[in-house]
């Protein structure tokens, strides 16, 4: 049980080192846009980040429970929390800078996503228990 657990976390932190990647990578090539673009994407995409390392942390930080029920309402937490954040963030982001690119900032939002995505897809889908003798 604890080697799945432990496989989960490092997919979990090789997806956000994927997220952090394609962020910069992004605000990198949109610097030939412009600074407000590369700023923009660089926002976007970290907000998503972060949020979803709040949604790792907060899944793999307990003690795991021995209820299914248990499990799914700590995921339905971590996943609320994460949306919240990151509704939150963008609200505060809209509000305290007025020059931002709009399709810059979901854009960079958007790739940390997908990045994400791709990086958990690719594992290798092989964590169901050892079977019993």
């Known amino acids: 049980m604890l080697g799945m ?11 956000l080192v994927a997220q952090l990647g394609v962020t910069i990578a992004l605000a990198l090539a949109l610097i030939f846009y412009g600074h407000i673009a590369a700023y923009s994407a660089l926002l976007g995409g970290m907000i998503y980040t972060i949020a979803n390392t709040y949604a790792g942390w907060r899944i793999f930080s307990r003690k795991q429970n021995d209820s299914v029920h248990g499990e799914l309402y700590n995921f339905y ?9 990151i509704g939150a963030l963008c609200a505060a982001t809209f509000a305290a800078i007025k020059a931002i690119n709009v399709l810059a900032f979901v854009a ?26």
């Open 77 to 85: 937490r971590a996943e609320f929390g994460k949306l919240l954040m």
């Open 108 to 133: 960079g939002c958007v790739a940390a996503m997908i990045a994400g995505v791709v990086i958990a897809s690719l594992e290798q889908a092989n964590y169901a228990p050892p079977k019993q003798k």
């Open 5 to 15: 657990k432990l496989r989960a976390l490092a997919t979990v932190k090789r997806a």
